[in-house]
């Protein structure tokens, strides 16, 4: 037979033992029963999900924020540009208006000198005949009182007598005339090859004065020097023609008549005649 010790400490045992899955009532630790935990797993996993989604979201909004601003940036400097082409075009513009301006008026002014070269010409023709007059009847008069004007004349003779016409021609660079405007440049080369011409006309009419020196030293030539010298009157000279040749020169043509070159060759031998 068993002690009943023994009975009590079985019966504590079984007793504990069937009492260990109940709940112990006053406890705050329960036990969590296993749907509640399944439901807590999931409530979390849900609350992760949608801070991820809102992380995400969060970034995607910052990078479209960034993406707007860099587009805006670059739209203002687009607009920036296309002002500043739009003020230098502008600028071309009125740059532009400026030089058909200027070119205009050189035009102007160049119309305008032509006219008042045309007019200087035409007055200085009618001058020249009326000094042709004045001199021819001069000359009459001394070759009728004047003994030492005939033995000049009679001196130039061979001269005097030839009557053909004589022309010169006078060339001048454009490029080198002293203005800014090409136009009054192309007159100044026109005036230069003119006067060019008149030279030529005189060496004609008159001859040249040439004046060499040449020095020997030991049958050894040490210098060679040439001068050079046309003087005389020229009148009565007409334009033949104005030409340019090629692109930066202008080429004029003078005309003299025989008779006016008689009477300029007969003017020189009086003065001649004179001299002696």
Same mark, same amino acid.
Request: hydrophobic fraction near 40%; aromatic fraction near 4%; proline fraction near 3%.
């Given at each position: 037979?068993?002690?009943?010790?023994?009975?009590?400490?079985?019966?504590?045992?079984?007793?504990?033992?069937?009492?260990?899955?109940?709940?112990?009532?006053?406890?705050?630790?329960?036990?969590?029963?296993?749907?509640?935990? /399944?439901?807590?797993?999931?409530?979390?996993?849900?609350?992760?999900?949608?801070?991820?989604?809102?992380?995400?979201?969060?970034?995607?909004?910052?990078?479209?924020?960034?993406?707007?601003?860099?587009?805006?940036?670059?739209?203002? +400097?687009?607009?920036?540009?296309?002002?500043?082409?739009?003020?230098?075009? /502008?600028?071309?513009?009125?740059?532009?208006?400026?030089?058909?301006?200027?070119?205009?008026? +050189?035009?102007?002014?160049?119309?305008?000198?032509?006219?008042?070269?045309?007019?200087?010409?035409?007055?200085?023709?009618?001058?020249?005949?009326?000094?042709?007059?004045?001199?021819?009847?001069?000359?009459?008069?001394?070759?009728?009182? $004047?003994?030492?004007?005939?033995?000049?004349?009679?001196?130039?003779?061979?001269?005097?007598?030839?009557?053909?016409?004589?022309?010169?021609?006078?060339?001048?660079?454009?490029?080198?005339?002293?203005?800014?405007?090409?136009?009054?440049?192309?007159?100044?080369?026109?005036?230069?090859?003119?006067?060019?011409?008149?030279?030529?006309?005189?060496?004609?009419?008159?001859?040249?004065?040439? $004046?060499?020196?040449?020095?020997?030293?030991?049958?050894?030539?040490?210098?060679?020097?040439?001068?050079?010298?046309?003087?005389?009157?020229?009148?009565?000279?007409?334009?033949?023609?104005?030409?340019?040749?090629?692109?930066?020169?202008?080429?004029?043509? /003078?005309?003299?008549?025989?008779?006016?070159?008689?009477?300029?060759?007969?003017?020189?031998?009086?003065?001649?005649?004179?001299?002696?």
């Amino acid at each position: 037979m068993k002690s009943p010790m023994t009975l009590i400490c079985i019966s504590s045992t079984v007793f504990l033992i069937g009492c260990s899955g109940m709940p112990i009532i006053g406890d705050t630790h329960l036990p969590i029963p296993k749907s509640q935990s /399944l439901a807590d797993q999931e409530f979390r996993k849900q609350h992760e999900a949608s801070e991820t989604s809102s992380t995400s979201k969060s970034v995607k909004l910052a990078s479209m924020d960034l993406s707007l601003k860099k587009t805006v940036a670059e739209r203002l +400097a687009a607009d920036k540009a296309a002002t500043l082409a739009k003020r230098d075009r /502008l600028a071309a513009d009125r740059a532009a208006n400026m030089a058909v301006g200027e070119r205009k008026a +050189a035009e102007r002014a160049a119309d305008r000198a032509s006219k008042e070269r045309s007019l200087l010409v035409a007055a200085a023709e009618k001058a020249v005949d009326d000094k042709l007059i004045e001199l021819e009847s001069q000359a009459e008069l001394d070759r009728m009182v $004047d003994p030492d004007a005939m033995r000049g004349e009679s001196l130039m003779q061979p001269l005097v007598e030839r009557r053909a016409a004589i022309t010169a021609t006078g060339y001048a660079v454009i490029s080198i005339q002293h203005h800014t405007i090409p136009a009054q440049q192309r007159l100044l080369a026109i005036r230069a090859s003119k006067l060019d011409a008149y030279r030529g006309l005189s060496e004609q009419v008159f001859g040249q004065y040439l $004046d060499a020196t040449t020095t020997v030293a030991d049958m050894v030539i040490k210098s060679d020097v040439f001068r050079t010298k046309v003087e005389g009157i020229i009148y009565g000279a007409k334009v033949v023609s104005i030409n340019p040749v090629g692109d930066d020169t202008y080429e004029t043509t /003078l005309s003299l008549a025989g008779v006016i070159v008689e009477d300029l060759r007969r003017y020189y031998a009086e003065q001649l005649a004179s001299a002696y």
